[in-house]
């Protein structure tokens, strides 16, 4: 089954832009230049949306503009208008259990504390759809003293912010496959590269 839809979670206004937290935007934002659409704001779903193809299928890309927590109000809103099913779902988010510049997809699974997922999975009333988790990694494991909604909420060291958009880089090239619906290919390329 094809992705209709690719959410990238974050945080909405300048202070946020910038934060792990919203690694998910930052994903959305390349992949909307790499393919030429505009997000724009649409109020009925509060939430920047554009429309555009990728491997030669329509897409619907979001970034939902609620804070984290409430996301599920801008993603089940365009599912139940677009009928798009959660198997047709991709959302693209921060990762505390990665560490930065990996990458992983996903289908299914607990939310890991994530507030996004969480509202996401109470939208749409379950926990199948697809996740692509770009690694931030965990405020201990790099040797960090900040407590964990602080972490995410900062900007990451340029070393780190230099792996991140690598891992952005590589999941832009899976998209296709992803999109196409061969989760197979795209995780194996995505895992291995």
Known sequence: ??????????????????????????????????????????????????????AG???YLLEPQTYMN?????????????????????????????MPGTARLKKGGSSGGHNGLKDITAALGTQDYWRLRLGIGHP???SLAQ????????????????????SIAKSLLVMPLIVEGKFDAATMKLHTA
């Open 1 to 54: 089954m094809p992705i209709r839809l690719i959410v990238g979670l974050g945080n909405p206004g300048p202070e946020y832009e910038q934060t792990r937290h919203n690694a998910g935007f930052w994903l959305v934002d390349n992949l909307a230049n790499d393919i030429g659409a505009r997000l724009q704001r649409e109020t009925k779903y509060n939430a920047l949306m554009a429309k555009g193809s990728v």
């Open 57 to 59: 299928q329509e897409v």
């Open 70 to 98: 409430r996301s599920g109000q801008s993603v089940g809103g365009l599912c139940r208008f677009f009928k798009i099913t959660p198997d047709e779902v991709l959302v693209v988010h921060d990762e505390l259990d990665l």
């Open 140 to 142: 201990r494991t790099l």
């Open 147 to 166: 407590q964990v909604a602080d972490f995410v909420l900062h900007r990451p060291r340029r070393e780190d912010q230099e792996l991140i958009e690598q």
